[in-house]
């Protein structure tokens, strides 16, 4: 199944992707059904309208339709979905008009009426809810279902009462849209082990993936200096090798040995100087392993070679694949 989702905003893609993760997962709560598809409404919905399959499921094409149609040709935006009527203008507050509410209607919703133009069709007036009073005028936070009150209306339109009022966008549903850096993606843990000698640092990993045979080791030569005054390396090392979002691999624990004459409170390292071990180390392991990955495929040149080094259960599969080609039918 594909969802489509361009250029639609990202409460589109919530809704749209939640409702159908509700039903996929065999939802039986018509309530909790309806809310989302109402909300998804909300996000992105259109009117309908037979198009050029206008005669789709009908018999003939004078039969009337039994099925909902396509779009319409009136007005093919965002629509929303049905939240009350609009019954008349107030004969006592200019711009405020009565509303019948068919679902909540709370402020800062964003709403639609259509009127029809002279030539048929249907113009938009999309507005906020910016001001909600009761029938006595007084100021409220919302229309509750089945109950009435005024809402302000900006502009001056020839409208023709009653009128339809629906809701295109939810006061509440905004998201936040997060830039990739947000998302946490899979990183190999290894252990580390990280030796300070007096002309640099060695690191060594292990428990690599099961495909990675060996540990992994690589010396750097830097500058390491007497402190001036105590320093906290062994931290500094922790925390710099157990960070890094963008890096594939991670340190999941650290040994430290200390080689070098004075304690590591004495010695100092630029943060800089430890980050670009990590990232020049780090990338060395992550082609390290590309290489374990690719390694057992190298001199593959058939299927059957393949299904030599995976397991038992898809060699059969594999084998079929390969000799499918070489059958003849009968016949052809």
Not at 8 to 25: C, F, G, H, N
Not at 39 to 64: C, N, V
Not at 297 to 306: A, D, G, L
Request: aromatic letters at 10%.
């Amino acid at each position: 199944m594909k969802i489509e989702g361009r250029m639609k905003s990202p409460e589109y893609v919530a809704q749209s992707t939640m409702y159908y993760r509700m039903l996929i997962d065999g939802e039986e709560d018509n309530t909790k059904i309806d809310a989302i598809k109402d909300e998804l409404d909300t996000a992105f919905a259109r009117m309908q309208h037979g198009g050029w399959l206008s005669d789709y499921d009908k018999p003939t094409i004078s039969s009337i339709r039994t099925s909902p149609s396509l779009i319409t040709t009136t007005y093919p935006g965002h629509f929303g979905v049905k939240v009350g009527t609009v019954i008349e203008e107030s004969k006592e507050e200019k711009g405020y008009y009565l509303i019948k509410a068919d679902q909540k209607i709370s402020l800062r919703d964003g709403l639609l009426l259509t009127y029809t133009t002279r030539g048929k069709r249907d113009e938009a007036i999309k507005f906020s809810a910016r001001d909600l009073v009761d029938r006595s005028f007084d100021p409220i936070s919302s229309i509750n279902k089945g109950e009435t009150g005024y809402l302000e209306i900006p502009g001056s339109y020839p409208l023709l009462f009653p009128l339809e009022l629906r809701r295109i966008s939810l006061h509440n549903a905004s998201l936040q849209k997060l830039d990739e850096g947000h998302y946490n993606s899979y990183r190999y843990p290894f252990s580390l082990t990280l030796t300070v000698k007096q002309e640099g640092i060695t690191l060594v990993s292990s428990h690599l993936p099961s495909f990675v045979k060996e540990e992994i080791t690589k010396y750097y030569p830097i500058d390491i200096s007497e402190a001036r005054k105590e320093q906290p390396l062994t931290k500094n090392i922790e925390t710099i090798f157990t960070t890094g979002l963008h890096e594939k691999v991670i340190a999941a624990d650290i040994t430290i040995e200390n080689r070098h004459p004075l304690p590591l409170s004495k010695l100092f390292i630029p943060l800089s100087l430890l980050k670009e071990v990590r990232r020049s180390y780090y990338q060395y392991l992550v082609e390290c392993i590309e290489v374990a990955i690719k390694a057992p495929f190298e001199n593959i040149n058939s299927i059957s070679q393949i299904g030599m080094i995976l397991p038992k259960e898809v060699k059969s599969l594999l084998l079929i694949i390969e000799i499918f080609p070489l059958l003849t039918l009968k016949g052809h």
